[in-house]
């Protein structure tokens, strides 16, 4: 018979209407002050996932979004808990209208998704795992940021890209352990 | 755990999905202790056809359904996906999916199975008996011409 | 232009409130139930659930109860409810030769496998108004019925014809179709996209677009192939299980018209479909969408366009929804005040300049 393993059948939120529209409001916090860092709760996603990603792939994607799992995330446990909490299509890279993973494993992001002209939100969301999350680093300026704010990036040069293709291009999350950080394509980010 | 078949519990899962929620809870008053996985769910699933019945799918419409899932004390793991919004029917029919995976199945199965396969049955017989009254028996009549 | 305007809270409380009393009406009269409505107003119920895309019957009473029986009012109700719910997941096709058929019908074959069932239809009915159900009729009383055994399949009709390659082929895909609730519509609409829009269109609107089609304006001559009313089970992948299951079943109306075609430039003589399909019981709805959706496919078919309105798919598919259209259309009578301002000025000064002209010719 095949049945999930009995650990991806926990870790969903167990409260989903409060808790999915308390994280909502954080992720959308997020992306409307790029840079700011939020805190979320509520999923306990299998490793190699933190917190964070659990949490916004349970409010984000669904049975009608295609999800690509990038390195390390694509693993039998992350498949079976994505299966039965989210039920979301694993996809390629190429399809995705999210992506989860490491900066490393989600190289190139060249070939995300960006959108098309007349529907410019036909584009992908990168969930970005890294170590830490800290307002320290390139300075980010543009709209939701009052004058500039600053925070730890993996890189400049593939933001900058992202920003010039502006109003095409792909959105970022960044998750570490509990914490959130958005970095829509409509952000500057200084050179360095 | 017994292990069965997924052609097995495909069977149990439609006649618990259909079966009448106050007749289940007739049959079954008291769920088994267990831990619950997956709260009851109200949702949607679209519901699609196909074009001139086996062409291309299309979406025809949305219809409600509800989900839970449960885990038993001895381990065994119950789904349900049941048409509507009755919340203690998707609970109940999540529990009786994982009580026919233990060593009560037989049990289960004579008490709360069987009896809703065999009312499914007798409902169906009786619908196809009053649209079998109303089967059209054409008679040709003579005609003086037909020489 | 609108403008954000305060007040009236008093007396849009009072409006509510007098509405709700007018819902209930006499309440020396006993108040309809859910149940009641469900039994009893079944194709009301049917109509409010196609329309408002969402199969599920006591939601449907609900809203009929709660819209006093305004089924327009009513489906909006249930289009607004469904937008709350979570999408848990796109069905397998159903598969209506498994129907457990309440009525089946074929004007093209008298005799055909399974036969002509007739079903609790109102053909045949005298149309004239039975006062016994006024008197409050007693209950149509238990009948010796034949013994049947229900049958696993019903094969449709247009399957005999395409054995004899009389008929256009229809080749099962299954890629996922477009959908109209998550996606904007986007035209040239494919026959999935279109067959959607018209299953929760308007009745009225569909019957009248199918019904010019009769009169000559995109003629089709159309023959209903079969027509069948009954249950379907509706099979869902379980991606936890990682196999499908049968999570309920739901009343379906099909209708597949056989239409007469001579050829054209690019299909050789043959017949060609239209179909309809919808949610509860509802054959003229049915009928009426196979014939719009076969008018709908003059292009594909290299048929002429004559300017129909039920060829134009546009002119069909944007204006077969009663929810966007009464939307637009009833929002005329909420404030315009400046609108209406500014167009007041427009001809006040139109209407000084005219006069000035007037006035200096004279």
């Known amino acids: 018979m095949i049945t999930a393993p009995a650990d991806a059948l926990e870790g969903g939120f167990s409260e989903a209407p409060l808790q999915s529209a308390r994280a909502f409001r954080e992720i959308l916090e997020a992306m409307a002050r790029p840079g700011t860092i939020r805190r979320v709760q509520g999923a306990r996603p299998p490793e190699p996932l933190s917190v964070a990603a659990g949490v916004a792939l349970l409010v984000l994607t669904d049975p009608t979004t295609r999800l690509h799992l990038a390195g390390a995330a694509d693993c039998p446990a992350v498949r079976d808990w994505v299966a039965f909490h989210i039920g979301a299509p694993l996809t390629a890279a190429e399809d995705a209208d999210f992506a989860v993973g490491t900066w490393d494993a989600l190289q190139p992001v060249t070939r995300f998704r960006i959108g098309q002209p007349d529907y410019p939100d036909r584009s992908a969301t990168l969930i970005v795992e890294v170590d830490r999350l800290v307002n320290h680093g390139p300075a980010l300026t543009g709209p939701g940021i009052e004058t500039a704010t600053w925070l730890i990036l993996p890189e400049t040069a593939a933001f900058r890209a992202n920003r010039a293709l502006f109003p095409l291009g792909f959105d970022t999350i960044f998750t570490a352990g509990d914490r959130i950080a958005g970095l829509p394509r409509s952000t500057r980010v200084e050179a360095i | 755990m017994t292990d069965a078949s997924p052609i097995a519990r495909k069977a149990w899962m439609a006649t618990l999905a259909k079966a009448p929620p106050a007749r289940l809870a007739a049959l079954l008053p008291y769920l088994p202790p267990h831990h619950v996985l997956r ?71 004579a008490r709360v199975l069987h009896p809703l396969q065999s009312e499914a049955d007798t409902a169906r017989a009786f619908r196809a008996a009053k649209a079998a009254a109303t089967k059209v028996d054409f008679f040709t009549m003579v005609r003086g011409e037909d020489k | 232009m609108y403008v954000a305007v305060k007040g009236g809270e008093r007396a849009i409380d009072n409006a509510h409130q007098w509405l709700a009393e007018e819902r209930r009406g006499d309440p020396t009269v006993p108040e309809l139930t859910i149940p009641q409505i469900r039994e009893q107003m079944a194709l009301a119920v049917n109509r409010v659930m196609a329309e408002g895309s969402l199969y599920d ?55 055909l496998p399974g036969g002509q069932v007739l079903g609790p239809t109102f053909d045949y009915t005298h149309r004239l108004l039975d006062f016994t159900l006024m ?39 299954d890629i996922a179709p477009p959908d109209l609730t998550r996606e904007p519509m986007e035209l040239p609409a494919n026959r999935p996209l279109r067959l959607q829009a018209l299953a929760r269109g308007d009745e009225g609107f569909v019957l009248s677009m199918a019904y010019s089609t009769q009169r000559g304006y995109g003629r089709t001559h159309a023959f209903v192939g079969e027509l069948r009313i009954g249950t379907v089970a509706v099979e869902v992948d379980i991606p936890e299980l990682g196999f499908a299951v049968e999570i309920g079943e739901i009343e379906l109306t099909e209708c597949e018209t056989v239409n007469q075609f001579k050829g054209s430039r690019t299909e050789p003589p043959q017949f060609t479909r239209g179909y309809g399909l919808v949610m509860g019981q509802s054959e003229r709805k049915a009928i009426a969408m196979s014939l719009v959706d076969r008018a709908l496919r003059w292009q594909e078919l290299g048929e002429d366009f004559t300017g129909a309105p039920a060829q134009d798919e546009e002119f069909v598919l944007m204006h077969c929804d009663n929810i966007q259209a009464t939307g637009f259309l009833e929002h005329i009578k909420l404030p315009h005040y400046v609108d209406f301002q500014a167009e007041l000025e427009l001809v006040r000064k139109l209407r000084a300049e005219a006069m000035a002209l007037q006035e200096a010719a004279e």
């Open chain 2, 39 to 109: 709260q009851p769910e109200i949702g949607a699933v679209m519901v699609r056809g196909r074009v001139g019945a086996t062409g291309a799918a299309f979406n025809l419409g949305e219809m409600t359904v509800t989900r839970a899932s449960v885990r038993l004390e001895t381990g065994e793991v119950g789904h349900a996906w049941v048409q509507g919004r009755d919340k203690a029917h998707a609970l109940r029919a999540a529990a009786v999916d994982a009580l026919l995976q233990t060593g009560a199945a037989d049990d289960i199965a």
């Open chain 3, 57 to 111: 019957p006591d939601l449907a009473a609900l809203a009929i109860k709660q819209a006093r029986g305004d089924l327009i009012e009513a489906v909006f109700l249930i289009r607004a409810y469904r937008t709350t719910l979570p999408r848990l997941a796109g069905s397998r096709p159903v598969d209506t030769g498994a129907m457990a058929v309440d009525r089946r019908i074929s004007a093209t074959f008298k005799d």
């Open chain 3, 135 to 173: 008197a409050e009729g007693e209950a149509p009383q238990q009948r010796n019925l034949p013994d049947a055994t229900p049958a696993d399949r019903i094969p449709h009709v247009t399957s005999f014809l395409n054995r004899d390659g009389l008929i256009e082929p229809v080749d099962p895909s």
